[in-house]
C-alpha cells in the first residue's frame, strides 16, 4: 500500500532539487557567461537615428551560445549558437567545460524527476530513494565543480580574445566581466551540495518514529511538520 509521506525536510529537499536542476540547466543554455567590452554601433543608417542607437552595446559569449547586435537590427540583441557542432565550441577546454555540466545537469534532472514521487515511495529493492538520490547529487556536484575549474581555462581561445580584447587569457578576463549565467552555476553548484546533505535529513524525517505511528494507525496521507 503506498503510504503519502510529507514532511518539512522532504518536501524542502525535493523543492531545493527541483530549483537547482532548473537554474543550471537554464544558466548553461545562457550566452550570458561573459559580457564582452563596449562596441559602437557603427551602422550609417542607425547613426543618423536617435543617440540610444548610437550608444556602446556589450556583446555576450556562452559556452556554445552568444549575443550580439547587428547593424540591420532595429531592436534588441540576435542570441544563438554559435557553434553548429560540438567541435565549433571556442576552446577544447569549453568542450570539456560542456560535457561535464551536461552530465552534472542530466543527474540533477534525473533526481529532481524521481524526487517528486519519495513522497509515495520512498524506498526500492529495500534501499533508500533519499540516499540514493543524495549520493547522485553529491556526484553531480562533482561533475559541476570540474566543469566550472576548466572554463576559465579556455578564455585564451581566439573567439575569447575578440570578445574580451588582447589581454584576456586563461583565467585572465581581459576587458570581460562574468555575466549572471556564471554566478548562477557557481550558486546551483553550491546548492547541489546543500540538496546532497538534505536528502539525509529526509530520510530521517520521512522514517521517524511518528511516521511508523501513522502507518501503524491506519493513515495513508501523513503531513508532519
Known amino acids: ?24 540547466l537554464i544558466a548553461f543554455m545562457s550566452s ?51 557553434a553548429d557542432s560540438f567541435n565549433e565550441i571556442a576552446s577544447g577546454f569549453w568542450q570539456a567545460t560542456a560535457i561535464f555540466l551536461a552530465t552534472g545537469i ?53 573567439k575569447v580574445v575578440d570578445y574580451c580584447g588582447p589581454d584576456v587569457s586563461p583565467y585572465q578576463l581581459g576587458a570581460c566581466s562574468l555575466g549572471w549565467a556564471f554566478y548562477t552555476a557557481v550558486g546551483g553548484t553550491v546548492l547541489t551540495f546543500l540538496c546532497a546533505v538534505l536528502s539525509a535529513q529526509a530520510e530521517i524525517a520521512t522514517s521517524s518514529d511518528k511516521v511508523q505511528e501513522e502507518i501503524e494507525e491506519g493513515k495513508n496521507l501523513i503531513c508532519l511538520l
Not at 536617435?50 to 532595429?74: A, E, V
Not at 534532472?109 to 519519495?118: L, P
Not at 533519499?130 to 578564455?155: D, E, K, S, T, V
Open 1 to 24: 500500500m503506498c503510504h503519502v509521506i510529507v514532511t518539512c525536510r522532504s518536501m524542502l529537499w525535493t523543492l531545493l532539487s527541483i530549483v537547482v536542476a532548473f537554474a543550471e
Open 32 to 82: 550570458d557567461w561573459l559580457v564582452g567590452r563596449p562596441k559602437a554601433n557603427s551602422s550609417p543608417v542607425l547613426a543618423n537615428r536617435s543617440n540610444t542607437w548610437r550608444d556602446p552595446y556589450h556583446p555576450k559569449l556562452g559556452i556554445y551560445s552568444r549575443c550580439i547586435k547587428l547593424p540591420t537590427l532595429k531592436r534588441g540583441n540576435l542570441c544563438g549558437p554559435y
Open 106 to 158: 542530466l543527474i540533477l534532472c534525473a533526481v529532481a524527476f524521481v524526487s517528486v514521487f519519495t513522497m509515495c515511495v520512498q524506498s526500492i529493492l529495500k534501499k533508500s530513494i533519499f540516499n540514493i538520490c543524495g549520493l547522485l547529487q553529491g556526484i553531480a556536484g562533482l561533475f559541476l565543480i570540474l566543469g566550472l575549474i576548466l572554463y576559465p581555462a579556455g578564455w585564451g581561445a581566439q
